[in-house]
Protein backbone atom coordinates (compact mmCIF):
# COMPACT_ATOMS: atom_id res chain seq x y z
CA UNK A 1 0.00 0.00 0.00
CA UNK A 2 0.82 3.98 -0.09
CA UNK A 3 0.70 6.78 2.44
CA UNK A 4 0.35 10.44 0.72
CA UNK A 5 2.77 12.44 2.55
CA UNK A 6 0.80 15.48 1.11
CA UNK A 7 -3.10 14.50 1.53
CA UNK A 8 -3.60 17.16 -1.10
CA UNK A 9 -2.43 17.21 -4.38
CA UNK A 10 0.60 19.67 -4.95
CA UNK A 11 3.16 20.17 -7.40
CA UNK A 12 5.99 19.30 -6.98
CA UNK A 13 9.10 22.45 -7.35
CA UNK A 14 10.53 19.94 -10.22
CA UNK A 15 10.83 16.49 -11.16
CA UNK A 16 13.97 14.98 -12.68
CA UNK A 17 13.13 12.25 -14.86
CA UNK A 18 16.18 9.81 -15.02
CA UNK A 19 15.74 7.49 -18.45
CA UNK A 20 13.63 10.38 -20.01
CA UNK A 21 13.75 9.42 -23.85
CA UNK A 22 12.85 5.73 -22.84
CA UNK A 23 9.05 4.44 -23.71
CA UNK A 24 7.89 5.23 -20.28
CA UNK A 25 10.05 8.16 -18.93
CA UNK A 26 9.17 10.10 -22.49
CA UNK A 27 5.41 9.54 -21.59
CA UNK A 28 5.69 10.85 -18.12
CA UNK A 29 7.85 13.85 -19.15
CA UNK A 30 5.11 14.59 -22.13
CA UNK A 31 2.58 14.64 -18.77
CA UNK A 32 4.48 16.92 -16.39
CA UNK A 33 4.86 19.22 -19.22
CA UNK A 34 0.93 19.24 -20.48
CA UNK A 35 0.70 20.29 -16.47
CA UNK A 36 3.15 23.07 -16.74
CA UNK A 37 5.36 21.21 -13.75
CA UNK A 38 9.43 22.06 -14.34
CA UNK A 39 11.40 19.36 -14.86
CA UNK A 40 14.68 18.43 -15.93
CA UNK A 41 14.45 15.04 -18.82
CA UNK A 42 17.70 13.29 -18.47
CA UNK A 43 18.56 10.15 -20.71
CA UNK A 44 21.99 8.51 -21.27
CA UNK A 45 23.04 10.62 -23.65
CA UNK A 46 23.07 13.33 -21.64
CA UNK A 47 24.74 11.26 -18.42
CA UNK A 48 25.73 7.93 -18.37
CA UNK A 49 24.67 6.96 -15.04
CA UNK A 50 27.05 3.35 -15.36
CA UNK A 51 30.18 5.35 -15.32
CA UNK A 52 31.65 6.43 -12.47
CA UNK A 53 31.42 10.08 -12.31
CA UNK A 54 28.04 9.98 -12.98
CA UNK A 55 27.07 10.53 -9.00
CA UNK A 56 29.23 13.52 -8.88
CA UNK A 57 27.53 14.88 -12.31
CA UNK A 58 24.30 14.03 -10.89
CA UNK A 59 24.49 15.82 -7.71
CA UNK A 60 25.47 18.57 -9.72
CA UNK A 61 22.49 19.03 -11.57
CA UNK A 62 19.95 18.37 -8.75
CA UNK A 63 18.24 20.93 -5.54
CA UNK A 64 17.00 18.95 -2.35
CA UNK A 65 13.96 20.37 -3.26
CA UNK A 66 13.21 17.83 -6.51
CA UNK A 67 11.79 14.56 -6.66
CA UNK A 68 13.20 12.62 -8.62
CA UNK A 69 11.86 9.88 -11.08
CA UNK A 70 14.35 6.79 -12.02
CA UNK A 71 13.51 5.05 -14.66
CA UNK A 72 16.86 4.67 -15.98
CA UNK A 73 18.03 0.79 -16.63
CA UNK A 74 18.82 -1.58 -19.67
CA UNK A 75 16.05 -3.52 -20.61
CA UNK A 76 16.52 -7.57 -20.77
CA UNK A 77 16.43 -7.01 -24.56
CA UNK A 78 20.15 -5.20 -24.17
CA UNK A 79 20.99 -8.50 -21.99
CA UNK A 80 19.90 -10.86 -18.79
CA UNK A 81 23.46 -11.52 -18.21
CA UNK A 82 25.50 -10.83 -15.18
CA UNK A 83 27.51 -7.71 -17.06
CA UNK A 84 24.13 -5.97 -17.69
CA UNK A 85 23.11 -6.75 -14.02
CA UNK A 86 26.09 -5.02 -12.62
CA UNK A 87 25.76 -1.78 -15.41
CA UNK A 88 22.38 -1.74 -14.01
CA UNK A 89 23.15 -1.76 -10.53
CA UNK A 90 25.94 0.99 -11.02
CA UNK A 91 23.36 3.09 -12.05
CA UNK A 92 21.08 2.70 -9.15
CA UNK A 93 24.65 3.07 -7.05
CA UNK A 94 24.98 6.33 -8.81
CA UNK A 95 22.21 7.34 -8.68
CA UNK A 96 21.77 7.00 -4.51
CA UNK A 97 25.13 8.32 -3.96
CA UNK A 98 24.36 11.69 -5.92
CA UNK A 99 21.11 12.13 -3.63
CA UNK A 100 22.59 11.22 -0.61
CA UNK A 101 24.71 14.51 -1.32
CA UNK A 102 21.92 16.57 -2.26
CA UNK A 103 18.76 14.98 -0.76
CA UNK A 104 15.54 14.81 -2.39
CA UNK A 105 12.03 15.46 -1.80
CA UNK A 106 10.62 12.71 -2.99
CA UNK A 107 12.09 9.29 -5.23
CA UNK A 108 9.94 7.00 -7.45
CA UNK A 109 11.63 4.41 -8.12
CA UNK A 110 9.97 2.25 -11.44
CA UNK A 111 10.57 -1.08 -10.61
CA UNK A 112 9.11 -4.43 -12.50
CA UNK A 113 7.01 -7.30 -11.77
CA UNK A 114 9.74 -9.53 -12.22
CA UNK A 115 10.28 -9.16 -8.77
CA UNK A 116 7.32 -11.50 -8.51
CA UNK A 117 7.72 -15.40 -8.92
CA UNK A 118 6.13 -15.86 -12.43
CA UNK A 119 4.39 -19.12 -11.12
CA UNK A 120 1.94 -17.07 -8.91
CA UNK A 121 -1.69 -16.22 -10.16
CA UNK A 122 -2.53 -13.64 -7.60
CA UNK A 123 -0.63 -10.61 -6.94
CA UNK A 124 -1.10 -7.96 -4.67
CA UNK A 125 1.82 -5.97 -2.90
CA UNK A 126 1.55 -7.92 -0.03
CA UNK A 127 3.34 -10.95 -2.30
CA UNK A 128 5.84 -11.88 -1.34
CA UNK A 129 9.05 -10.88 -3.37
CA UNK A 130 11.12 -13.99 -5.26
CA UNK A 131 12.86 -12.72 -8.42
CA UNK A 132 13.29 -15.92 -10.60
CA UNK A 133 16.30 -14.37 -13.12
CA UNK A 134 18.87 -11.55 -12.85
CA UNK A 135 16.59 -8.84 -14.44
CA UNK A 136 14.24 -9.61 -11.50
CA UNK A 137 16.93 -9.82 -8.88
CA UNK A 138 18.45 -6.43 -10.25
CA UNK A 139 15.25 -4.71 -9.79
CA UNK A 140 14.95 -6.06 -6.08
CA UNK A 141 18.20 -5.27 -5.23
CA UNK A 142 17.29 -1.70 -6.64
CA UNK A 143 14.32 -1.45 -4.70
CA UNK A 144 15.98 -1.56 -1.55
CA UNK A 145 19.05 0.78 -2.49
CA UNK A 146 16.22 3.08 -3.39
CA UNK A 147 14.68 2.89 0.36
CA UNK A 148 18.21 2.85 2.04
CA UNK A 149 18.29 6.17 1.35
CA UNK A 150 17.95 7.95 4.64
CA UNK A 151 15.67 10.78 5.23
CA UNK A 152 14.03 10.12 1.48
CA UNK A 153 10.56 9.47 0.87
CA UNK A 154 10.39 6.62 -1.55
CA UNK A 155 7.40 5.08 -4.01
CA UNK A 156 7.98 1.79 -5.75
CA UNK A 157 6.37 1.63 -8.77
CA UNK A 158 5.78 -2.51 -9.72
CA UNK A 159 4.48 -1.62 -13.36
CA UNK A 160 2.51 -5.05 -15.45
CA UNK A 161 3.13 -5.56 -18.90
CA UNK A 162 2.96 -1.85 -20.71
CA UNK A 163 2.05 -1.24 -24.10
CA UNK A 164 1.98 1.98 -26.53
CA UNK A 165 3.01 3.28 -29.79
CA UNK A 166 6.86 4.26 -29.11
CA UNK A 167 7.46 0.86 -27.31
CA UNK A 168 10.92 -0.24 -28.61
CA UNK A 169 10.91 -3.40 -27.00
CA UNK A 170 8.39 -5.37 -29.29
CA UNK A 171 7.68 -7.65 -26.33
CA UNK A 172 4.99 -10.61 -26.77
CA UNK A 173 1.93 -8.38 -26.64
CA UNK A 174 -0.13 -5.63 -28.49
CA UNK A 175 3.19 -4.11 -28.94
CA UNK A 176 4.57 -7.00 -31.31
CA UNK A 177 1.10 -8.43 -32.60
CA UNK A 178 0.63 -4.98 -34.01
CA UNK A 179 3.72 -4.68 -35.74
CA UNK A 180 3.30 -8.26 -36.73
CA UNK A 181 0.08 -7.60 -38.47
CA UNK A 182 0.71 -4.73 -39.78
CA UNK A 183 3.93 -5.99 -41.81
CA UNK A 184 2.84 -9.84 -42.69
CA UNK A 185 -0.70 -9.82 -41.48
CA UNK A 186 0.24 -12.34 -39.23
CA UNK A 187 0.02 -12.73 -35.68
CA UNK A 188 1.83 -15.57 -33.99
CA UNK A 189 0.84 -16.86 -30.43
CA UNK A 190 2.48 -19.01 -27.77
CA UNK A 191 0.60 -22.07 -28.11
CA UNK A 192 -3.13 -20.91 -28.52
CA UNK A 193 -3.23 -17.64 -26.39
CA UNK A 194 -4.56 -18.93 -23.81
CA UNK A 195 -2.61 -17.08 -21.08
CA UNK A 196 -3.98 -13.96 -19.31
CA UNK A 197 -2.40 -10.66 -18.59
CA UNK A 198 -2.65 -7.54 -17.41
CA UNK A 199 -1.81 -5.22 -19.63
CA UNK A 200 -1.80 -0.94 -19.10
CA UNK A 201 -1.23 1.52 -21.43
CA UNK A 202 1.66 3.38 -21.21
CA UNK A 203 -1.00 7.14 -20.71
CA UNK A 204 -2.24 5.21 -17.69
CA UNK A 205 1.50 4.68 -15.98
CA UNK A 206 2.05 8.06 -16.64
CA UNK A 207 -1.24 9.52 -15.28
CA UNK A 208 -0.61 7.00 -12.22
CA UNK A 209 3.11 8.39 -12.43
CA UNK A 210 1.56 12.10 -12.36
CA UNK A 211 -0.83 11.49 -8.90
CA UNK A 212 1.66 9.43 -6.72
CA UNK A 213 4.30 12.56 -7.53
CA UNK A 214 1.41 15.11 -6.79
CA UNK A 215 0.39 13.46 -3.46
CA UNK A 216 4.11 12.86 -2.36
CA UNK A 217 3.20 9.09 -1.67
CA UNK A 218 5.45 6.44 -0.70
CA UNK A 219 5.53 2.48 -0.15
CA UNK A 220 4.71 -0.01 -2.94
CA UNK A 221 1.77 0.05 -5.38
CA UNK A 222 1.44 -2.62 -8.63
CA UNK A 223 1.12 -0.27 -11.65
CA UNK A 224 -1.57 -2.81 -13.13
CA UNK A 225 -5.37 -2.26 -14.35
CA UNK A 226 -6.88 -4.99 -12.48
CA UNK A 227 -8.37 -6.64 -15.22
CA UNK A 228 -6.59 -9.97 -17.20
CA UNK A 229 -7.20 -10.48 -20.87
CA UNK A 230 -5.66 -13.96 -23.03
CA UNK A 231 -3.50 -13.25 -25.27
CA UNK A 232 -5.55 -14.60 -28.04
CA UNK A 233 -8.25 -12.10 -26.81
CA UNK A 234 -5.72 -9.61 -27.43
CA UNK A 235 -4.80 -10.56 -31.04
CA UNK A 236 -8.16 -10.14 -31.98
CA UNK A 237 -8.44 -6.66 -30.48
CA UNK A 238 -5.31 -5.81 -32.82
CA UNK A 239 -6.62 -7.80 -35.63
CA UNK A 240 -9.85 -5.44 -35.60
CA UNK A 241 -7.77 -2.57 -36.21
CA UNK A 242 -6.82 -3.54 -39.74
CA UNK A 243 -8.96 -3.23 -42.40
CA UNK A 244 -6.97 -6.59 -44.30
CA UNK A 245 -8.09 -9.99 -42.26
CA UNK A 246 -5.18 -10.79 -39.93
CA UNK A 247 -4.37 -14.43 -39.66
CA UNK A 248 -4.00 -15.50 -35.84
CA UNK A 249 -2.14 -18.41 -36.15
CA UNK A 250 -1.57 -21.19 -32.89
CA UNK A 251 1.92 -22.82 -32.36
CA UNK A 252 2.66 -26.02 -30.60
CA UNK A 253 2.39 -25.76 -26.54
CA UNK A 254 6.18 -25.27 -25.88
CA UNK A 255 5.37 -24.20 -22.14
CA UNK A 256 2.61 -24.55 -19.38
CA UNK A 257 -0.35 -22.37 -19.38
CA UNK A 258 0.22 -19.73 -16.83
CA UNK A 259 -2.01 -16.70 -15.93
CA UNK A 260 -1.71 -13.80 -13.70
CA UNK A 261 -3.71 -11.39 -11.52
CA UNK A 262 -3.41 -8.09 -9.92
CA UNK A 263 -5.41 -7.22 -7.39
CA UNK A 264 -5.71 -3.54 -7.61
CA UNK A 265 -7.50 -3.27 -4.03
CA UNK A 266 -4.89 -0.24 -2.91
CA UNK A 267 -4.47 1.54 -6.03
CA UNK A 268 -8.39 2.53 -5.79
CA UNK A 269 -8.05 2.27 -1.72
CA UNK A 270 -5.27 5.86 -2.50
CA UNK A 271 -6.93 6.95 -5.19
CA UNK A 272 -10.66 6.48 -5.42
CA UNK A 273 -11.57 8.01 -9.05
CA UNK A 274 -8.73 6.50 -10.80
CA UNK A 275 -9.70 4.99 -14.29
CA UNK A 276 -7.79 2.70 -16.93
CA UNK A 277 -8.16 2.35 -20.36
CA UNK A 278 -10.02 -0.68 -21.19
CA UNK A 279 -7.81 -3.06 -23.75
CA UNK A 280 -9.41 -2.43 -26.59
CA UNK A 281 -9.56 1.35 -26.34
CA UNK A 282 -6.38 1.40 -25.96
CA UNK A 283 -5.56 -0.59 -28.67
CA UNK A 284 -7.44 1.26 -30.89
CA UNK A 285 -5.65 4.27 -30.00
CA UNK A 286 -2.26 2.94 -30.02
CA UNK A 287 -3.68 2.28 -33.97
CA UNK A 288 -4.76 5.31 -34.45
CA UNK A 289 -1.81 6.86 -33.41
CA UNK A 290 0.47 4.65 -36.01
CA UNK A 291 -1.97 5.47 -38.37
CA UNK A 292 -1.64 9.22 -37.47
CA UNK A 293 2.45 8.87 -37.44
CA UNK A 294 2.68 7.38 -40.63
Keep these: MIIHQSPAAQNPERVVV ?10 IHKKLDAQRIP ?18 ELAAALKASDAVV ?16 MKNLAMMQNTCAAIAKTGCA ?42 SLAGVPVLVLRPTLIYGLDDTHNSYGPNRFRRAAQKG ?78 DVANTI ?5 IRFIPLEEGVARVHREMLEKS
Aim: include cysteine.
Design 70 to 85: MLAALTPDKGRDIPTL
Design 18 to 27: LGARGFIGAA
Design 106 to 147: HMVYFSSDAVYDGAVSRVSEDTPTSPQDLYGAMHHTREIMAR
Design 185 to 262: GKITLFGGGEETRDHIHVDDVAALTLRCLLHRSTGTLNAATGTSHSFHEVAEAVSKQFGKAVKIVKTPRANPITHRHY
Design 39 to 56: SLALSSADLNLAEAAAAD
Design 269 to 273: KAFPD
